[in-house]
């Protein structure tokens, strides 16, 4: 058995501190378009600015890092946790950052607000190996999310896993929705984390609201493990039939 998923509830005891200490940081938009003037795009998606292991309360908590661990059985690799990643004077990946190896990730520990970015079912998907320059967790390692809106609105889904129709383009990057079959949807539920491997295509649902106070908002994490766990399938021997 391999476990790819796992979703909990309830993760933080105070959901609502963690948003009031995040609607104080500094925040980017992360997807203006290269070369243009990053401050008059349009404003659909922040991200909190990066943060280095010893200016952050999260990357640098031994308990999150300890009930990570917990939830997935497997010990976080710590030294690549607090790596650094190459950013620019404006909180930007800087213009080499693909070339840099080894390196965190960028968005780990970090908040997010999105709006409206008119994303269709299907589109965006994407995976977190190797292949990703942002956010790379290797085959193996760890993304996750936890939702922070107290309210989301009902219509509105949450994560999503695909499945590639060609299984040799598997990891195939944010390509043409035709290419994706729906696995499985995970709600958008107030204070549940979800995690999932590196290896798992996946999308999140398009944003709503135009604040803090009524759109997206949701924190991430992206780390390494060393070993993967995995337990022997369950054997008919093993059920008792009579």
Known sequence: MRRDVIVVDDFYADPAAVVRHARGLEYVYPYAQPGTDREGCPRTWFASRYRSANECPFKSSAALISRLQALTGELVDVAAWRMEFPIDENGYPRS??????????????????????????GGGVHSHTDHDSWNPVGLDGWAGLVYLNPAPPTNQGGLRTWDNRDPARQ?????????????????NVYNRLILHRGRVPHSGSNGWGDSFENGRFFQTFFFRTLGQRELPSLDLEELNFG
């Open 171 to 187: 990891f195939e990057w944010m390509t043409s929705k035709h290419n994706w079959q729906l696995r499985d949807t995970f709600a």
């Open 96 to 121: 080499d950052h693909r070339l840099v190896h080894p390196k965190s990730a960028w968005w780990n520990c970090c908040f997010h607000l999105k709006l409206d970015v008119k994303q269709e079912l």
